[in-house]
């Protein structure tokens, strides 16, 4: 993205500002996604970046068997490692979502 890495990490204008310049997808944007939008997104190969205070990683699969809502999330920390792990959907507070959109 083009970030100095001393920074902290990107916020959601820098995120935003990547998507519509740097790889031009301008029908990205972020919004509040409910669970059912997520899945959309997921089944048309857009996974979604589902931040949370501090913090982003990737949605990238979806479960909806049981009676609690999961994602698939990739997520790069701990730097060099990362994780891939089910989170249930509204057990974390989301404070950007943001979708990947031509």
């Known amino acids: 993205m083009g970030l100095d890495p001393g920074t902290g990490g990107a916020n959601k204008t820098n995120i935003l500002n990547y ?10 944007n972020e919004y509040e996604a409910e669970f059912s939008e997520a899945k959309e997104e997921i089944d048309v190969d857009r996974p979604l970046m589902s931040g949370v205070k501090g913090h982003a ?3 990238v699969g979806y479960s909806d068997s049981s009676c ?6 990739y997520d790069p920390w701990p730097e060099d490692v990362g994780l891939k792990y089910w989170e249930v959907y509204w057990g974390r507070k989301h404070t950007t979502d943001i979708h990947v959109e031509d």
């Open 68 to 73: 609690l809502p999961c994602l698939l999330i």
């Open 19 to 28: 998507f519509h310049n740097g790889i031009d997808k301008y029908g990205s």
């Open 57 to 59: 990683r990737c949605a």
